[in-house]
């Protein structure tokens, strides 16, 4: 078992094994070449060459400690929450105890689970450089989530300093730590507020500071519209913001589907009952559907492993279809 040591520890309490390697850096002896970056908000998110576990052990240290200033803001951390259980599939740091026991029930049902999850977030990876390609320099990100590895900034920031990004999210945790991470960030932000109200999403200053809707934007909505349930009409919102793009925006979505896995896909929606936020899996048409109006691009809808995959996509021995169907359209 690997044991991970928190630097801001008093320095009589540090153990042997745990070294400093550079201001903010601890060292972990018994993982070779494995470090992390903490940074003034004891952010633990940005360790390299640990193993889950050690990940996951930081992760914990940091969110137990707190505990007490969520639970002021009206957080409930008793409740399993999906953008969490997300964020410990990814290896993030802002998850709770009652996420990863829950998480772990859906690992045990569906064990590609994790790589799934990973395979979902590199189809964002390449979906946000090809519309940066295209030539788009603004984002709208819906239903963003907990911040970790690959953020929709960190990607088109790093291809253009210029690129502005908008996150939306209703869930306190995710808005929180966004918060913190985009600070001094002048062209990124985060809005807490409810997708499915796209009038106020559309109309929020956080969002109309950075986004020109007069000109090309690219709108997403990966790994959200599932936690929709059909009376909700996920159909209607999607349309919503499509009447807000100029020609030549994109939008990019992925969406879980039972088409391959239906066994397995209805014991994870099981699992994920007991979460704040259900999931409702979708076929292949109805996902379709919620691409009314937008011309797709090569290769169409397709699993998000096979969305224009390069050299870099590596999804593991256990998974031939990641259970999320992925596409990119355009208005043209």
Aim: hydrophobic share 40%; glycine share 6%; charged share 20%.
């Amino acid at each position: 078992m690997t044991t991970v040591h928190d630097p801001a520890a008093p320095a009589a309490s540090r153990p042997p094994f745990a070294t400093t390697r550079a201001p903010g850096h601890v060292v972990v002896s018994d993982v070779p070449d494995a470090t992390c970056r903490i940074d003034r908000e004891r952010d633990f998110s940005g360790c390299t060459g640990l193993p889950r576990a050690g990940a996951a052990w930081l992760g914990s240290r940091r969110m137990e400690r707190d505990d007490a200033a969520l639970t002021g803001q009206g957080i409930d951390l008793d409740r399993p929450n999906p953008a969490r259980m997300y964020d410990y599939y990814l290896g993030g740091a802002h998850n709770f105890a009652p996420d990863r026991a829950l998480a772990e029930q859906a690992l045990s049902v569906m064990p590609w689970m994790r790589e799934a999850v990973r395979a979902n977030r590199a189809f964002l990876g390449r979906a946000v450089r090809y519309c940066f390609d295209q030539g788009i320099r603004q984002f709208l990100d819906l239903g963003s989530g907990i911040p970790t590895v690959g953020n929709v900034h960190e990607i088109a920031q790093t291809l253009d300093p210029r690129s502005r990004v908008a996150y939306v999210d209703n869930e306190a945790v995710a808005v929180a730590h966004s918060t913190q991470i985009l600070r001094d960030n002048p062209n990124a932000s985060i809005t807490r507020a409810d997708l499915t109200d796209s009038a106020t999403v559309l109309s929020a200053p956080t969002v109309t500071e950075l986004i020109d809707f007069s000109q090309p934007v690219a709108v997403l909505a990966v790994a959200v519209l599932h936690f929709l349930p059909d009376e909700r009409d996920p159909a209607s919102v999607v349309q919503a913001y499509r009447a807000a793009m100029a020609p030549g925006s994109y939008v990019v979505l992925s969406h879980v589907t039972s088409d391959h896995d239906p066994e397995e896909a209805a014991n994870a929606k099981n699992v994920y009952q007991r979460s704040a936020n259900p999931v409702h899996t979708r076929t292949h048409a109805e996902i379709t559907a919620l691409l009314r109006g937008f011309d797709l691009v090569e290769p169409g809808l397709v699993d998000a492993t096979r969305w224009r995959p390069d050299e870099s996509a590596e999804f593991g021995e256990n998974i031939e279809h990641a259970g999320f169907y992925a596409a990119v359209g355009k208005i043209g």
